[in-house]
Protein backbone atom coordinates (compact mmCIF):
# COMPACT_ATOMS: atom_id res chain seq x y z
CA UNK A 1 0.00 0.00 0.00
CA UNK A 2 0.93 3.43 -0.44
CA UNK A 3 1.14 6.73 1.26
CA UNK A 4 1.68 10.32 1.42
CA UNK A 5 1.53 12.58 4.16
CA UNK A 6 1.42 16.16 3.95
CA UNK A 7 1.19 17.31 7.64
CA UNK A 8 0.92 20.57 7.31
CA UNK A 9 -2.64 21.46 6.45
CA UNK A 10 -2.60 25.53 6.22
CA UNK A 11 0.64 27.62 6.52
CA UNK A 12 0.36 31.47 6.04
CA UNK A 13 3.61 33.59 4.87
CA UNK A 14 4.27 37.14 4.40
CA UNK A 15 5.33 38.19 0.62
CA UNK A 16 9.00 37.76 0.02
CA UNK A 17 9.63 34.85 2.94
CA UNK A 18 10.70 31.41 2.11
CA UNK A 19 8.40 28.59 2.27
CA UNK A 20 8.85 24.91 2.78
CA UNK A 21 6.33 22.47 2.62
CA UNK A 22 6.82 18.88 3.87
CA UNK A 23 5.86 15.64 1.80
CA UNK A 24 6.60 11.77 3.15
CA UNK A 25 5.36 8.88 1.57
CA UNK A 26 5.32 4.92 2.48
CA UNK A 27 5.69 2.60 -0.78
CA UNK A 28 6.87 -1.03 -0.44
CA UNK A 29 8.08 -0.33 -4.45
CA UNK A 30 11.62 0.22 -5.61
CA UNK A 31 11.18 1.79 -8.13
CA UNK A 32 8.40 4.52 -7.93
CA UNK A 33 7.82 8.59 -9.31
CA UNK A 34 7.04 11.55 -6.58
CA UNK A 35 5.07 14.49 -8.13
CA UNK A 36 4.00 17.97 -7.12
CA UNK A 37 0.67 19.75 -7.84
CA UNK A 38 -0.51 23.21 -7.25
CA UNK A 39 -3.90 23.76 -7.57
CA UNK A 40 -4.86 27.56 -7.78
CA UNK A 41 -8.47 28.83 -6.42
CA UNK A 42 -9.56 28.29 -10.12
CA UNK A 43 -9.74 23.98 -9.31
CA UNK A 44 -7.46 22.85 -12.15
CA UNK A 45 -4.33 21.44 -10.91
CA UNK A 46 -1.01 22.05 -12.14
CA UNK A 47 1.52 19.62 -12.71
CA UNK A 48 4.87 20.87 -11.20
CA UNK A 49 7.48 18.25 -10.70
CA UNK A 50 8.37 14.50 -11.21
CA UNK A 51 10.79 12.82 -9.23
CA UNK A 52 11.94 9.35 -9.71
CA UNK A 53 13.39 7.19 -7.20
CA UNK A 54 16.71 6.26 -8.55
CA UNK A 55 17.26 9.87 -8.77
CA UNK A 56 17.69 11.60 -5.56
CA UNK A 57 19.27 15.04 -7.29
CA UNK A 58 18.02 17.76 -6.25
CA UNK A 59 15.97 20.77 -8.39
CA UNK A 60 15.91 24.00 -8.95
CA UNK A 61 13.38 26.06 -11.51
CA UNK A 62 13.32 29.44 -11.28
CA UNK A 63 11.92 30.37 -7.65
CA UNK A 64 10.72 26.76 -7.02
CA UNK A 65 13.12 23.49 -5.32
CA UNK A 66 12.51 20.58 -4.35
CA UNK A 67 14.28 18.38 -1.70
CA UNK A 68 14.25 14.51 -2.45
CA UNK A 69 16.20 12.46 0.40
CA UNK A 70 15.12 8.37 -0.24
CA UNK A 71 16.86 7.85 3.79
CA UNK A 72 13.47 10.15 5.13
CA UNK A 73 11.71 8.83 2.57
CA UNK A 74 10.67 12.84 1.85
CA UNK A 75 10.40 15.01 -0.98
CA UNK A 76 10.01 18.65 0.32
CA UNK A 77 9.02 21.72 -1.71
CA UNK A 78 10.64 24.99 -1.10
CA UNK A 79 9.74 27.96 -2.55
CA UNK A 80 11.78 31.64 -2.28
CA UNK A 81 10.79 34.75 -1.85
CA UNK A 82 7.11 33.99 -2.39
CA UNK A 83 4.68 35.90 -3.91
CA UNK A 84 0.69 36.13 -3.92
CA UNK A 85 0.16 34.34 -6.69
CA UNK A 86 2.02 31.33 -5.01
CA UNK A 87 -1.33 31.13 -3.12
CA UNK A 88 -2.77 27.66 -3.74
CA UNK A 89 -3.34 24.22 -2.35
CA UNK A 90 -0.35 22.15 -2.89
CA UNK A 91 -0.32 18.19 -3.38
CA UNK A 92 2.42 15.57 -2.84
CA UNK A 93 1.63 12.54 -4.84
CA UNK A 94 3.26 9.06 -5.19
CA UNK A 95 3.04 6.82 -7.78
CA UNK A 96 4.52 3.29 -7.99
CA UNK A 97 4.50 0.30 -10.15
CA UNK A 98 1.03 0.34 -10.91
CA UNK A 99 1.63 4.10 -11.89
CA UNK A 100 -1.93 5.24 -9.60
CA UNK A 101 -0.86 8.18 -8.37
CA UNK A 102 -2.07 8.61 -4.65
CA UNK A 103 -2.46 12.10 -3.31
CA UNK A 104 -1.81 13.12 -0.09
CA UNK A 105 -4.24 16.05 1.63
CA UNK A 106 -2.52 19.18 0.37
CA UNK A 107 -1.26 22.20 2.50
CA UNK A 108 -3.06 25.01 1.79
CA UNK A 109 -0.46 28.04 1.32
CA UNK A 110 -1.80 31.54 1.97
CA UNK A 111 1.14 34.01 0.88
CA UNK A 112 0.11 37.85 2.17
CA UNK A 113 0.72 41.30 0.54
CA UNK B 1 -8.32 23.88 -27.42
CA UNK B 2 -5.07 22.77 -25.71
CA UNK B 3 -4.81 20.68 -22.70
CA UNK B 4 -7.80 19.03 -20.72
CA UNK B 5 -10.99 20.62 -21.27
CA UNK B 6 -14.08 19.65 -19.54
CA UNK B 7 -17.82 20.78 -19.69
CA UNK B 8 -20.00 22.00 -17.94
CA UNK B 9 -17.60 23.65 -15.33
CA UNK B 10 -21.06 23.60 -12.98
CA UNK B 11 -23.55 21.42 -13.11
CA UNK B 12 -26.68 21.63 -10.47
CA UNK B 13 -29.42 18.36 -10.90
CA UNK B 14 -31.46 16.85 -8.52
CA UNK B 15 -31.20 13.37 -7.38
CA UNK B 16 -33.44 12.13 -9.88
CA UNK B 17 -31.97 13.58 -13.07
CA UNK B 18 -29.15 12.05 -15.77
CA UNK B 19 -26.60 13.94 -16.60
CA UNK B 20 -22.85 13.37 -18.08
CA UNK B 21 -19.54 15.37 -17.83
CA UNK B 22 -17.28 15.77 -21.01
CA UNK B 23 -13.68 15.59 -20.98
CA UNK B 24 -11.56 15.90 -23.87
CA UNK B 25 -7.51 15.66 -23.83
CA UNK B 26 -5.36 17.26 -26.79
CA UNK B 27 -1.96 16.44 -25.80
CA UNK B 28 -2.20 12.87 -27.57
CA UNK B 29 -2.16 10.65 -24.27
CA UNK B 30 -3.18 7.06 -24.11
CA UNK B 31 -4.56 6.88 -20.40
CA UNK B 32 -7.39 9.34 -19.29
CA UNK B 33 -8.91 9.47 -15.08
CA UNK B 34 -11.58 10.29 -13.28
CA UNK B 35 -11.14 12.07 -9.70
CA UNK B 36 -13.78 13.30 -7.10
CA UNK B 37 -12.32 15.70 -4.72
CA UNK B 38 -14.68 16.41 -1.78
CA UNK B 39 -13.93 19.38 0.51
CA UNK B 40 -11.42 18.22 3.53
CA UNK B 41 -10.64 14.63 1.57
CA UNK B 42 -7.78 14.11 -0.46
CA UNK B 43 -8.44 13.35 -3.95
CA UNK B 44 -10.00 9.92 -4.98
CA UNK B 45 -9.22 7.98 -7.99
CA UNK B 46 -12.78 6.70 -9.40
CA UNK B 47 -11.73 4.93 -12.77
CA UNK B 48 -8.55 4.56 -15.23
CA UNK B 49 -8.92 4.21 -18.87
CA UNK B 50 -5.82 3.23 -21.27
CA UNK B 51 -5.91 2.63 -24.61
CA UNK B 52 -9.56 2.95 -24.56
CA UNK B 53 -9.91 0.08 -21.60
CA UNK B 54 -11.24 0.56 -18.63
CA UNK B 55 -8.33 -0.84 -16.09
CA UNK B 56 -8.95 0.67 -12.60
CA UNK B 57 -12.32 0.79 -11.02
CA UNK B 58 -12.15 2.06 -7.01
CA UNK B 59 -15.25 0.63 -5.76
CA UNK B 60 -17.29 3.26 -7.43
CA UNK B 61 -21.06 3.52 -6.56
CA UNK B 62 -22.97 2.12 -10.29
CA UNK B 63 -24.65 5.57 -10.40
CA UNK B 64 -21.42 6.94 -11.85
CA UNK B 65 -20.72 5.48 -15.09
CA UNK B 66 -17.72 6.00 -17.44
CA UNK B 67 -17.51 5.40 -21.21
CA UNK B 68 -14.62 6.16 -23.09
CA UNK B 69 -15.49 6.30 -27.21
CA UNK B 70 -12.12 7.15 -28.04
CA UNK B 71 -8.06 8.27 -26.46
CA UNK B 72 -9.73 11.40 -26.90
CA UNK B 73 -12.69 11.64 -24.72
CA UNK B 74 -14.10 10.67 -21.76
CA UNK B 75 -17.48 10.81 -19.62
CA UNK B 76 -18.81 10.34 -17.04
CA UNK B 77 -22.19 9.67 -16.77
CA UNK B 78 -24.64 10.36 -13.48
CA UNK B 79 -27.62 9.07 -12.54
CA UNK B 80 -30.09 8.87 -8.71
CA UNK B 81 -26.84 10.74 -7.59
CA UNK B 82 -27.03 11.80 -3.40
CA UNK B 83 -25.95 14.38 -2.32
CA UNK B 84 -23.05 13.31 -0.69
CA UNK B 85 -22.04 12.89 -4.08
CA UNK B 86 -21.76 17.23 -4.20
CA UNK B 87 -18.05 17.51 -5.36
CA UNK B 88 -15.56 18.68 -7.56
CA UNK B 89 -14.67 15.76 -10.45
CA UNK B 90 -11.78 16.26 -12.18
CA UNK B 91 -10.69 14.78 -15.30
CA UNK B 92 -6.80 14.05 -16.31
CA UNK B 93 -4.97 12.08 -19.28
CA UNK B 94 -1.49 10.79 -19.04
CA UNK B 95 0.87 9.31 -21.56
CA UNK B 96 1.93 5.85 -20.37
CA UNK B 97 0.91 6.70 -16.84
CA UNK B 98 3.25 9.14 -16.08
CA UNK B 99 2.44 12.18 -14.53
CA UNK B 100 -0.79 13.53 -15.35
CA UNK B 101 -2.09 16.83 -16.53
CA UNK B 102 -5.43 18.35 -15.00
CA UNK B 103 -8.62 19.83 -16.40
CA UNK B 104 -10.22 22.66 -14.76
CA UNK B 105 -12.93 20.04 -13.31
CA UNK B 106 -16.14 20.15 -13.14
CA UNK B 107 -18.23 21.54 -9.75
CA UNK B 108 -21.32 19.30 -9.24
CA UNK B 109 -23.86 20.10 -6.50
CA UNK B 110 -26.71 17.39 -6.16
CA UNK B 111 -29.87 19.23 -4.45
Known amino acids: AQKVTQAQTEISVVEKEDVTLDCVYE???????LFWYKQPPSGELVFLIR??????QNEISGRYSWNFQKSTSSFNFTITASQVVDSAVYFCALAGSARQLTFGSGTQLTVLP | ETGVTQTPRHLVMGMTNKKSLKCEQHLGHNAMYWYKQSAKKPLELMFV???????ENNSVPSRFSPECPNSSHLFLHLHTLQPEDSALYLC??????????FGPGTRLTVT
Open chain 1, 27 to 33: TRDTTYY
Open chain 2, 92 to 101: ASSQDRYEQY
Open chain 2, 49 to 55: YSLEERV
Open chain 1, 51 to 56: RNSFDE
